[in-house]
């Protein structure tokens, strides 16, 4: 018998934001249909237990232009909506919402706060395209070289340019600040 993740969800005008809370998850399948049929398997825990999650959505999306990020503790969806119109809620039917299926308060906003696309930090999360891919298979495996959902990339000192440490500082206001401080530091 297969469990439920516990799911978090959001919404904007254009576009609903689901989070499927699954750390170190093996094995994700995502899928997702035009229709509004969002579908997730995987095996997580010390035991390998089998999550699996079926969403009828509320309405249609759009495949083509919605992304998936699976990372080490959760797999997060930005679903595009084929008609960019407010849901009364998540799922099709007049049934009570699973008990494993909450708000995402920290993507929440009020239909009349809604500022439009791009008001919403994902944390430069490498996102894939459900379009491309024709429904997501990946998954975590346990080699070393999996990437953490919170990892980003760092740029080594020597590739950085060395005469830009703030982006508004002219160079000669730099060198200014960095010995002002060594000065306070030896005075104390």
Known sequence: MSRHPEVKWAERADK???TVLLPDSKNAKVNLDPEGVF???ATAGADNNLYELKLDLYDKVN?????I?????????VLEKVEKVWWKKLLRGDGKTPHY????WDKWVDEDEDNGP????LGGMDFSSFGKMGGMEGGMDDSED???DEEQEVTKPAEQDTNKVDG?????EQGAGASEKKEADAST
């Open 39 to 41: 579908t997730f398997s």
């Open 16 to 18: 609903v934001y689901v």
């Open 69 to 77: 990020s699976i990372g080490v503790r959760n797999i997060v969806c």
């Open 63 to 67: 495949v083509e232009e919605s992304k």
């Open 146 to 148: 999996s990437s953490d």
């Open 118 to 121: 791009g008001d919403i930090d």
């Open 168 to 172: 508004n500082a002219k160079p000669e």
């Open 101 to 104: 299926i909450k708000v995402d």
